[in-house]
């Protein structure tokens, strides 16, 4: 596999006329070089005639990413990678945190309603994943992305009809449960989550672009619809309103600060690819060192909130099992500290912090029902 380098500017350098290799004949700020010998004075004939010369491969910007991919991906992984499957929990836990504080203040469990939200939550997501894949496709953001559901269809169209076919679906199963839990404050929240998504990503908003995407991201899973789940699995037909406690709203703070982690982290592999489009993400404003720092102090603050409400009893004891998850929280940020500059290896951060979040999430859920 070809050894690439930083970026960098030469003016002047050597290379034989006879070679098969690929070589720009002019260079310029932003091109892409690997081992390049440059010889400060050419008319050193001496050192010219002894000088023993290394493959160079010479790219612009926006193929480095077709560069750093060459390497044979099997198409099975690519798939996986397409799906994203893991990335689902952020549908799970919000419901299942929902759930469980509904069942502590209630003591409901309505098995049918939440099979109906969790399936509308998975088309919801498959949505926002499938409308990203086209919204970055068109900025040139996935243009090299071989997983990238675009590149591997072949069809942007197709692509678009099939997430907005998810959304419609989606959408009109939780638009159901509401009215059939005659809770209109439920489908409110809810459509707050999906507006949120929308500006995330679809145009003329794309509010990502930006750097809005961790805050939108924390405000849709988190208070909005995790909330929304509650009233909606919190409500028979002799309980129409069901009030919020600040159980439940600290519930769904958490779970929002450890999504918005698992989108913060999904960037540090992408920050060159992010900034040559314009794409203006935390990280790319902050850097991966910077942006290191931000995880550690992150995963030091969710400990810290869950200990505070916790001491303070807006928690219940039960939910220090969250404590458990301790250990996988150290490795996210130790992960990321320790390769934030190699993209082949920080590309996993993300799913690590996946497995925080799920993890996270159904110590929480546990802790909530063991408290009823």
Known sequence: MMNLVSLCHITSGFVPRKSYLFVKPRF??????????????????????????????CKSYEDTAKVYQEEE?????????AIKLPIYSVALVPLTVGASAAYLETGLVLVRRYVTLMLSSVLIITWLNLSN????????????????????VGSRSGTLVAAITSL??????????SWTASNIRAILLLASAILCGYVYQCPPFRLSYQGLGEPLCFAAFGPFATTAFYLLLGTSSEMRQLPLST???????????????????????QVEGDLAVGKFSPLVRLGTEKGAFVVR?????LYS?????????ILPVSCTLCFLTLPVGNLVSSYVEKHHK???????????CVRLHALFGAALSLGLVIAR
Request: aromatic residues 12%; positive net charge.
């Open 28 to 57: 310029r700020r932003g091109d892409l070089i690997t081992r390049l010998p440059v010889l400060e004075n050419l008319n050193a004939k001496r050192t010219r005639r002894n000088l023993r010369f290394v493959p160079i491969f």
């Open 73 to 81: 991906i099997p198409k099975a992984k690519l798939i996986w990678r």
């Open 133 to 152: 894949d086209v919204y970055d496709f068109d900025t040139g953001a996935d243009k090299n992305k071989k997983e990238s559901v675009v590149n591997m």
């Open 168 to 177: 419609v679906l989606g959408v009109s199963g939780l638009v159901w449960t």
């Open 247 to 269: 159980r439940v709203l600290s519930s769904s703070l958490l779970v929002g600060f450890t999504t918005s982690l698992i989108l913060f982290c999904s960037h540090f592999h």
């Open 297 to 301: 102090w992150a995963i030091r603050l």
């Open 305 to 313: 909130m869950l200990l505070v409400l916790g001491l303070i009893k």
């Open 342 to 352: 190699e993209n082949e290896k920080i590309f996993m951060a993300k799913y690590y």
